[in-house]
């Protein structure tokens, strides 16, 4: 008797062994499985113990199987307890799922919440209470709401930010409330979150203040210029302006020799291109083949007119011009054009700097054209500045993940989209959702109902509860 469970032992080490690291909890026998097996080894057929192992193991290949068969019969996991707790979260049935929890931590002593599900729920309280008091006006209990539990102000719940934004200025605590919508702009990347933003915040900042936010937003937003100037112009000319208040130029400015990139960004602080800005004189100040004045290609750039800038440029050969022109025709979503355009100035003509940035543009043109790899080997050649790097690097990842994820190679796509939440500090919704059918389609029905059940919970769409239902 004892040989015989010696041999069990040996056979379950034999296959935990050739198992390795693929074993996941989430693909275990359930308890009805199990009685064939459990009566096996209580009855000492070693045999058919064996039989009946192996048949399990083909039937569930990620099944951790333990060093003691014995114990098999004495085990139930709380799998039934654990979906009705995140079923309670997802419909902000609050109490019930604290209770659950609670009930289930004493029917299975040694279960502990998963870190996961406890955060989901205390990131659900912590909402209503927020949102209790934003309903009440207590704009000091909003803010210590928020201050204990940061994840109610992501980007994904914008709308809290706001409230809170609104609360201050209510209280008469505007440079607060600037300070809160200053935030959202320079931490979330979705346009229509920003644009709304800029508009509730021009209700409460200085004209100095609105300036700066702008500059902050065209550096969040580099292809939304054009579209960012017209809301700049129109909110100013709701204050009788008819020009953004801006920085004058440094002295000496004008006469700096080193051509920058137009109409990229605004308001950078890490030397990329900026647009909007007043830049220093060309290398030569009419160009050459017959182009418009260069001066005249600049204005148009600043002003984000695009068309102008591209209408000037028509026909010109100096590398001065071309490299003008090249950011114009990406911003008109040109990039095979820009392309070309760039070379000139990417071979040095220009100098190392503007070379540098003309690379950078290069890159962005050819991921604009789903490149990804070209893209990726010039950026690796290029010694780009940190957040040229950062951005082209997030495209590169953003695309690599989600071409992954078409070719059905859902474990590099996983790779790739936790890389890029790495870089970036956050995972955007619609590459959230891929990664969790990713982790479906591999068999980790755990894992991907804890994303399904995050994104239900911070905004319920088919997507969410179709990937939920499909994970169950």
Known sequence: MRSDLISLRRL??????????????????????????????SSGDTRAAEAELRRLRAQFPDWAVPSDLSTLGAQRSPASEIDRIYRQIAAGELTEARRSMDETSRSFPGWTPPAE??????????QVAFDAAADAGNAAAAVEIARRMPAILRCDRV??????????????????????????IGSCSGPAEITATLEKAETVA????????????????????????VLENRLRAGRGQTDPAGTPPAAGAASATATTAPGRRAGSAAGLPQAGQPRGAAVATVARGGGAGLSAVRAAAQQGDWRRCTSLTTGSTSAEMLY??????????RPLEALAAFEPAASGRLGAQVARDARFGKALAFLALQMTEEAARLAAATDLTDQQRREVEAIILDQRGVRSYRLKEYRRAIAFFDAYEELTGGLRRDLAILRGYAWLNIGKRTEAKRIFTELNSQLATPETRAGLNASR
């Open 12 to 41: 379950t080490l034999v296959l935990v062994v050739a198992g390795g690291a693929a074993f996941a909890q989430a693909a275990a026998p359930t308890p009805q499985d199990l009685e064939a097996l459990n009566y096996y080894v």
């Open 159 to 184: 709308n809290n930010v706001w409230r809170l934004a609104e609360l201050q200025a209510a209280a008469g605590q505007t440079s607060a409330a600037v300070q809160s919508y200053r935030g959202v």
């Open 324 to 333: 003008e022109r090249a950011w114009c025709v990406y911003n008109l979503e």
């Open 206 to 229: 200085s004209d100095a203040e609105l300036a700066e936010l702008f500059r902050l937003a065209n550096s969040q937003l580099p292809n939304s210029g054009p579209a960012l100037r």
């Open 117 to 126: 599900m406890v955060r989901l729920l205390e990131t659900a309280e912590a």
